[in-house]
């Protein structure tokens, strides 16, 4: 399976750290986010980071939806980090028709709108739904570093079949949910948890 959804984040235990310098410039919020940054441009493949599950084929059938999902372990800030790119040529590569994603550790309404899930990928396929769901509960969070959260990415005419979508009740993101309707009018839910 592509790195972006494999590798080890590394970060400390424990929770909320001081703030420290990052390399950006900017300041981050904790030394786990500052750590992942460091990663993110040091990441090398290794034998831990090895494929699990079925393998999968290029090809697939034409009638067919193919659903993948992955832990992702914190999405960059920036709409321009190349870890979006990998995400859209893994999809690409493997005929993914829905992505589910879990820990972007993202509290994206501290994001820049170009920054957004649905606006980094915009262009990148005929079409695309997203969902995301992340804790909302606390609006004094300072920080667009939050623990958690879930997303979806419906790609191309899997787009096409979305009837609704949402998050859980109690707004912490812990699952998002797309509901589809498929052949002879049945409908199915896909459910990404953390």
Known sequence: ?????????????GSRQQPVDCEDGR?????????IIEEEENF?????????????RESKEICHIRIACGNVQTLPVS????????????????NIDLLGMNELNRYW?????????HNRFEGTWEDMHCIVGYNVTDENW????????????????AAHRVVSSGQDPS????????RMIG???LHFRVVTLY
């Open 27 to 35: 300041s981050c919020q904790n030394q786990g986010e500052a750590l």
């Open 183 to 185: 052949k002879g009018g």
């Open 109 to 117: 309404k501290k994001l820049q709108a170009e920054d957004h899930l």
């Open 142 to 157: 300072d920080s667009d570093f939050q623990i958690g959260g879930t997303a979806q990415i419906s790609i191309n005419q």
């Open 1 to 13: 399976m592509d790195e972006v959804f494999t590798r080890q984040a590394g970060l400390p235990a």
């Open 171 to 178: 707004n912490l993101g812990r699952w998002v949910w797309t």
């Open 44 to 56: 090398r493949p290794t034998d831990a980071d090895s494929h699990h599950g079925n393998e999968l």
């Open 79 to 94: 709409h321009k980090n190349s870890r979006n790119s990998a995400i859209s040529s893994y999809c690409n590569k493997y």
